[in-house]
């Protein structure tokens, strides 16, 4: 194999395993075969156009034009000209695929669904890497300055996956770049003359160099230092301090998708999509239900809670998910002194209704529901396991209607110092006018429970806020910023400014997000539509738990336990699950014709195929995909059984027959026997040394395997037939060859200890035989093709200069 022929196969092999960081941000992983097919596309056009020769230039264009191309008919083969050359059309589509896929980015937590946009996004960009890796290490001779698109490919993995991706991919990333650095030191040092290495020094068939040569010491004390510095790089953190154990070491936070007990939450976002819902046209119904409840008011349908603040976004901590309990524990801080009511409800969710997180009034006390659900014991949230939805879900929750007076929570206790710690943390830049506006408005309170109260007042009745869902959304610290100077905004903006100003005045606060009560029904049932949609905050009070707070004007209900006059309701008896029609959503979902992308994609189409992982391209258990994956499989498992399989149909072919009859099939015979001894020595480590006699070869083989008896003998016989073979004008047919060579090998066995026997059975040293063929047929076919292609522009120039007149 030629230099330029190496470096381009090591070029695509570190961008692989460079990109295999990237694996556990998707899932499934089916990205990376599309991207190693492009890649592999664009690395022979490369070697093609550089063979050709065509300048550097001229090379790199041709190569963006194949990646083009092939990215054209995977991605956007209805949009293209021909189904294959990239248009308009084609580049409008990419780009809508690409703001999708950054969308799902933000939308998802990993393992993100196979989405269309962001296999694209993986595909090409990888694509994109391995061409700048191509172009620097092949075109250019710079192997070196090639690792940095490699540790850009890496970081960008590290960072997604909170900070590591793992020290087995770091390992092979690491190893693809020295493999790339190794390939292009044999080509430098190939040019200075021929390369003698391990096949000389083995005594390979036709090389006058024998035991004790001349060996590759560049490239094996590169090999070494390469092994160290990988070695260095992942034990060295764990004895430094300051670090939490390096790339081999796991944070506390780490972990993103789980299974069984144990796993963490990794669920979609529900408020990437909450500003969306509210802009619905059509007030889709996404469930219904029936309760005992009296008021149905207060009965918000909470999914998710969002407890951390970090300054850009308000998100929900990954925690340690377990079985859904019979029955969930008591709600933190919720004193038996406050009046409760249990409330039981039946809840139908839509079929054109998809979200990981399961709808239900808080505290729930009881949850009765079919599929793989999973709790989260901080949040007291249901979240779906393996791709479980609420799509058509059917289930019933019992709650408790916690309705504590206003004397109650002014005269609650402080909060737990753990709790207090972690929810009312504040980002460093949280601008100072939010905290100054804080304490303004609640100036003269006298309890956190006033300070909430007026808080509350302040945004949605006395402060001169305006609602308006137009306004752009925002969750970071410039927004709540923003939000309080222009005063407009949506339940967004109202619970997360709130919950921060609460935080910045020592008040422990998170936000939740859900939908209001609903719309009750002639039917006595309550719908709840995709505009039901909402945000607010929740406040922790000793003795009441976490309290709702509405600060959002016209929005949801204002708690009676921050006004004036406190109603009483008491709920009916438990309700009955109810099975009958006038329970099931009142129309079923119906996609608009003007149906968006954006739309399909958040459910308001039909099933949404990317939470489901069913229905996009690459996500769902595709027939054709598992049988890739399986042969795919099985040719890994098979890679390291490959010498073992080669040495045992060698030996199979050598001894096979004992049939020969002609003076030349007997020859024959004796030295294919001869080599298949030969072979059996080299395997248990006595080189062959192809310089000597087959008698003095017999002695050493005997010498150095340290045989005896019937071993030794049958070396030295099947020698003797090999030397009469060679110089006896009318050799005798020898018999029995076969199983002299059997002897042999089982002589070999009884001598070795095991780790010699397990080296020679699945590691066999003559092995070496199958690449030494496959280089000498690779030089072969590229000496004719040379001399073929010389002949051809000889034969043309020949023919050029016949036809062109001599005007000299």
Request: overall charge positive; charged content about 20%.
């Amino acid at each position: 194999m030629s230099g330029r022929a190496r470096l381009t196969l090591a070029a695509w092999g570190a961008t692989l395993m460079g990109a295999g960081a990237l694996l556990p941000l998707v899932k499934p992983a089916t990205w990376i075969f599309t991207a190693a097919f492009v890649l592999a596309l664009v690395s022979g056009v490369g070697a093609l156009a550089r063979r050709a020769p065509l300048a550097r230039p001229l090379t790199l264009l041709a190569q963006v034009a194949v990646a083009l191309v092939a990215l054209t008919v995977i991605f956007a083969r209805e949009q293209a000209i021909l189904w294959f050359l990239p248009g308009p059309q084609a580049f409008a589509h990419a780009a809508d695929l690409f703001g999708a896929g950054a969308e799902d980015v933000g939308r998802y937590a990993i393992p993100a669904p196979d989405t269309e946009g962001i296999r694209l996004m993986l595909v090409g960009g990888v694509v994109a890497i391995g061409l700048i890796v191509d172009t620097l290490a092949v075109s250019f001779r710079k192997a070196a300055p090639a690792g940095l698109p490699l540790l850009a490919l890496y970081s960008v993995a590290a960072g997604l996956s909170g900070g590591g991706a793992g020290w087995l991919w770091f390992l092979l990333a690491a190893s693809g770049y020295l493999l790339l650095l190794l390939a292009e030191g044999r080509d430098r040092l190939s040019q200075w003359g021929r390369v003698f290495g391990g096949a000389q020094r083995s005594g390979r068939p036709g090389t006058p160099v024998g035991s004790g040569g001349p060996t590759f010491a560049p490239a094996r004390t590169g090999r070494r230092i390469g092994a160290v510095a990988m070695g260095v790089a992942l034990v060295v953190p764990l004895a430094l301090p300051g670090f939490t154990g390096g790339l081999l070491g796991g944070g506390a936070d780490e972990g993103t998708g789980g299974t069984g007990k144990g796993g963490t939450i990794s669920a979609v976002n529900p408020l990437v999509s909450l500003q969306d819902n509210l802009r619905q046209q059509e007030d889709r119904e996404v469930l219904r239900y029936r309760t005992n409840a009296r008021d149905t008011s207060g009965l918000y349908l909470r999914l998710v809670a969002l407890d951390q603040f970090d300054g850009t976004s308000w998100k929900s901590s990954v925690r340690p998910i377990e079985d859904v309990p019979r029955q969930l524990p008591w709600p933190q801080g919720l004193s038996q002194d406050v009046q409760i009511d249990e409330v039981t409800s039946n809840f139908v969710a839509s079929d054109g209704y998809e979200q990981k997180w399961l709808p239900m009034p808080y505290p729930a006390g009881r949850v009765d529901i079919d599929g793989r659900w999973r709790y989260e014991p901080a949040g007291r949230m249901l979240v779906g396991d393996d791709k479980q939805t609420t799509r058509g879900a059917r289930y019933q929750v019992s709650s408790l209607d916690v309705r504590p007076t206003s004397d109650q929570l002014a005269a609650s206790g402080p909060a737990p110092e753990k709790l207090r710690r972690e929810y009312t943390k504040v980002p460093a830049s949280l601008p100072d006018d939010v905290r100054a506006t804080a304490l303004r408005i609640t100036q003269g309170a006298r309890s956190d429970y006033e300070q909430a109260v007026k808080l509350q007042n302040w945004f949605a009745r006395d402060g001169g806020f305006r609602y308006d869902v137009e306004v752009e959304s925002g969750t970071g610290v410039q927004a709540i910023s923003r939000f309080l100077k222009d005063k407009q905004g949506f339940c967004v903006h109202f619970s997360f400014s709130m919950a921060a100003m609460a935080r910045s005045l020592g008040i422990p606060a998170r936000v939740a997000v859900g939908f209001m009560p609903g719309t009750t029904q002639t039917d006595g049932s309550v719908s709840v539509g995709i505009r039901d949609a909402h945000a607010w905050p929740e406040l922790y009070f000793e003795g009441a738990g976490w309290t709702r707070f509405e600060p959002t004007p016209s929005r949801g209900s204002t708690p009676a336990y921050t006004r004036d006059n406190t109603p009483s309701g008491t709920a009916t008896g438990p309700a009955q699950p109810q099975q009958s029609a006038s329970a099931q959503p009142s129309a079923a979902p119906s996609a608009s014709e003007s149906c968006t992308p954006q739309m399909r994609r958040l459910g308001d189409c039909g099933p949404d195929a990317a939470v489901a992982g069913a229905e996009t391209g690459g996500s769902g258990p595709d027939p054709l995909t598992v049988v890739l994956l399986t042969l795919g499989a099985l040719v890994v498992l098979a890679l390291p059984f490959l010498p073992l399989l080669w040495r045992t149909r060698v030996r199979a072919r050598r001894l096979g027959s004992d049939g020969a009859r002609g003076p030349r099939e007997t020859a024959a015979r004796t030295l294919t026997v001869w080599r298949e001894i030969n072979d059996t020595a080299w395997d248990y480590g006595v080189e062959p040394d192809e310089s000597l006699s087959p008698r003095k070869a017999a002695a050493r083989i005997v010498r150095l395997g340290e045989l005896r008896g019937e071993a030794a003998d049958a070396v030295h016989r099947v020698a003797r037939a090999v030397e009469e073979v060679l110089y006896a004008p009318h050799p005798r047919p020898a018999a029995g060859l076969a199983d002299e060579a059997a002897r042999v090998r089982t002589g070999f066995h009884a001598s070795a200890d095991r780790r010699t026997r397990l080296r020679a059975t699945l590691a066999p040293r003559s092995a070496a035989r199958l690449r030494w063929a496959a280089s000498a047929r690779w030089s072969e076919t590229s000496t004719n093709w040379s001399l073929r292609r010389r002949a051809l522009l000889t034969r043309a120039t020949t023919r050029l200069r016949r036809t062109t007149p001599n005007t000299g």
